[in-house]
């Protein structure tokens, strides 16, 4: 057979095993994982079992040599998951979504957190704002019609890799080429906030790994620096749990109507208003995040199976060498990890650093004992393999994440490295649960039995129990929490509850009676407390009040009988059953508050106990507000007020005269008179009362959530009400003998109103030796307020190189001086002032002329000739004080000079 194109025929079949070459060679360097999203629980070391989102791994694809797995991997329910790729390779991971809650669906997306793919780096996936409506004023000003008008808002991103719809016939190919070495966060994409707090995250570790004898490489040699070599290694992945975000959001996606882009309000009408259509059908806010689980690759540690919570290294023997430790923090708070017994090196205690967020650290190996872990952070360390016949290394978090749904002890982020099968060590506390039985003779007919402190509840006597469960039937009015504590109404009975998930470890629970409460054991001392006003005519006294005064024998808690009501003689009082009250008086003087104390069985006092209430009279003083720039008084008189006692030393100037006069006070008896070197300062300034004057500065109007509200001063807290009951400073009983300060903030204290303002109490008499005290009238007092719409105020500011700072004198000559004779000229620095027609800017800045508003190009050019000249001649005498440039422009003598004010300039004559 002949050809007769042979060079042709070469070319072609050469392309043809070139095609089979590149296919083959892209089929070996292509990894590939499945990969699912879907909805899961866990069930935690106390019993709870929390709703979970979470990745599981799918069956291996053939060919590829990429693993994925679970990172606990005796875990029934949720655990992250840890991909491994090796080096050079890229990775592909088929997605598929299978978060679908009913009729709900949630899409889903992947990001390795420091690599580019899955979309990452491209066009996000954005949805539209939320509509922000014009909002009106919550607290009416002086106009009621003030309305806001949002901006408007741009798109939101809802997934920034490519997003995976939920319930697709096929997996989503996400791609990553040849991904870089290291160790990586593993999250969702899309909300994270929302997705990455219910479990859709894991790790994904690129690395040549150990085979055999030969040992691993983790990021290969770059230049000069040498690989990072390892024999064996272990991954570790720091994440929380909130039980009650993750529950929000389970009931969120699966209540009919739910809609990912609706924004939560507890408004009226909002998906977080109980009384909404809408309730539940939106994302609770995550900024309410608040986690209670701490685990380490999924499990939280747990006394009773701390088996749980011992990792091998991979491979589990290794003879000697190093093991690098991958550590990832999945979760929203800092972590601090820390191996305890752990040592790198020439056996020095610690871990080596070896690279954060996949980049290997530069220089000599940093050697410490825990590291800084920030939300997403990433270390890899090196420890060395320790000697044999040891116990598992700790590994643990320093933060103090050790807790259990914030009752449990030894929890948390607590777990343990084995290096070649090393065990746990033998600790006592590594035991199984025991309960131990409790009894609480406390029941009372008609009366709720209420433990709420986890030591004294169920738990609070037992042995590594982390939460309890009633086994059987309850009995009824039993509220049982999984922390042990509980409530109970009804007739005494019993229960049996088990600990942890146990149907073996329980205990019995006796709810026995009371004992009765005699009422002689019931007393309040003697004699009665007395309270003084600092208003004439009202009193108010937070809980617990007058009770703070009295006991019961028995130890049974004390509240006010509303039978036989309180009474106050001349007056009116509203009493809280704490013993807080607030009275009000006609005319001053004492008066008698009579209230029976009553305890929990309901039992009464067997007399009334009684508090005197005293009413002094009042200051009368009178404030008037005026207006700074008219100085005329604001036609409404509105306003709120605060009045302080002024501790600051007070300079009488009919008291600076030597001898002094017998009317001054003095500060010893020998005669020393009262000046400032025998005072100290002081800070303290003691509040002597606050109220409002008029209907809005008391908060009439005002509203939270639709319903009228008024909010206590000083604490900010709501509650319903139309208003506050104004009062006036005039009401204030004031010592005349001292002095005070009041500050009061307008009721219209906006645009166009007026800002805040203060003025200083004169006193009113000043006693004459020995004489302690005196009677006088205070003086009005005038406070300025001043007009919101104040056009801003101009500084000036002057910035220079002071060569003495501490000789007290402005030494502003500059940066080249006697001290420093060799520094350039550049560290002079600029100055800056404000004149009329803008900023004049004078001085030196990168040896350059500085800008007298114009500027003069022949002056720049003389002054870089200049400069050039010093460096080349640096033995030309230097002047200290003002240097100047001189530029002839004409004519004999006529001179140009630039040498501004305080800033140092040089005089140089060109030969």
Known sequence: ???????????????????????????????????????????????????????????????????????????????????????????????????????????????????????????????????????????????????????????????????????????????????????????????????????????????????????????????????????????????????????????????????????????????????????????????????????????????????????????????????????????????????????????????????????PLPGVTRVQNEVFMAPGKTYDVTINVPAAGGTALPIFDRQGSLSGNATSRDAGMLAYISINGAGLPLAGSLAAAVANPDTYNAVVAGKTLTVSDPAKGLIGNDVNVYGVQVSGTAPAGLTLNANGTFTYTGAPTSFTYCANTSTTACALVTLGAAPIEAASGISCIVPSPTYTSNVATTLSIKPPGVLAFCKDAAGYPLTIAASPAPVLAGGTVAMDENGGFTATVATSGSHSLTFTPQNSQGTNAASAATATLVFPTASNLQVTLVEGQSKTPLANQDYRWIIEEDRTFFVDPNCQTNPLPASCPLATPQ???????????????????????????CESGQSVLGASAVCDIGNGICHPGSTKTPLNPSQVVLDPTKHYYISVLPGDAMDPGHAMGGAQIANACTPVPPATTCTGTFAPVTVLVEPENQPPAKVSVFVFEDDHPLNGEHDASGGIDTLAPTDDLRRVQPAFVERAGGKHRSGHEDGRVPDHGKPDDRIRRRHERCRRHHRRNPGVSEVRGRWRHSVATGGAGNRREHAPRKVRHHSHTRS
Not at 64 to 79: E, I, P, Q
Not at 675 to 689: E, K, L, Q, R
């Open 671 to 697: 005669g020393t008179p009262a000046i400032f070197g025998t005072n100290f300062h002081t800070s303290y300034m003691p509040v002597v009362a606050q109220g409002c004057t008029g209907t809005i500065s």
């Open 1 to 359: 057979m002949r050809f007769n194109c042979p060079k042709a025929t070469l070319r072609t079949t050469a392309l043809a095993v070139l095609v089979l070459l590149l296919g083959a060679s892209w089929a070996v360097a292509q990894q590939q994982i499945n990969l699912t999203a879907g909805p899961t629980t866990i069930t935690l070391p106390d019993g709870s079992v929390v709703p979970m989102w979470g990745y599981s791994c799918g069956t291996a694809v053939v060919g590829s040599t990429a693993s994925c797995a679970k990172s606990n991997l005796a875990a029934a329910g949720w655990s992250p998951v840890v991909i491994t790729v090796p080096t050079g390779q890229t990775l592909v991971i088929n997605l598929t979504n299978s978060l679908t809650f009913g009729t709900n669906s949630v899409p889903t997306s992947l990001t390795i957190v420091g690599q580019l793919g899955g979309g990452l780096g491209g066009t996000p996936t954005r949805t539209a704002s939320p509509d922000h409506a014009v909002q009106g004023a919550t607290w009416p000003v002086a106009d009621p019609t003030t309305t806001n008008t949002p901006p408007p808002q741009e798109r939101r991103v809802q997934s920034f890799s490519t997003e995976v719809a939920a319930g697709a016939t096929t997996a989503t190919a996400l791609t990553w080429l040849t991904p870089r070495p290291g160790t990586y966060l593993l999250e969702s994409g899309t909300h994270p906030s929302i997705q990455g707090p219910m479990g859709l995250y894991g790790m994904v570790v690129v690395t040549a790994a150990p085979a055999g004898a030969v040992a691993g490489t983790a990021y290969p040699a770059v230049g000069t620096t040498p690989a990072v070599t390892y024999n064996a290694d272990a991954s570790f992945l720091f994440s929380e749990i909130d039980p009650v975000q993750n529950n929000a959001v389970s009931t969120a996606v699966n209540t009919a109507g739910f809609s990912e882009t609706m924004v939560w309000s507890g408004q009226p009408g909002g998906c977080g208003n109980p009384s909404s259509g809408t309730y539940h059908q939106c994302y609770p806010p995550a900024v309410n995040y608040s986690p209670l689980y701490y685990l380490i690759n999924g499990v939280a540690f747990d006394r009773t199976n701390a088996t749980s919570s011992l990792f091998p290294t991979t491979p589990a023997t290794v003879a000697s060498g190093t093991v690098l430790v991958r550590m990832v923090n999945a979760g929203l708070r800092m972590h601090i990890p820390s191996i305890v017994g752990a040592q790198t090196g020439t056996a020095i205690s610690g871990f080596g650093l070896i690279a954060e967020d996949g980049n």
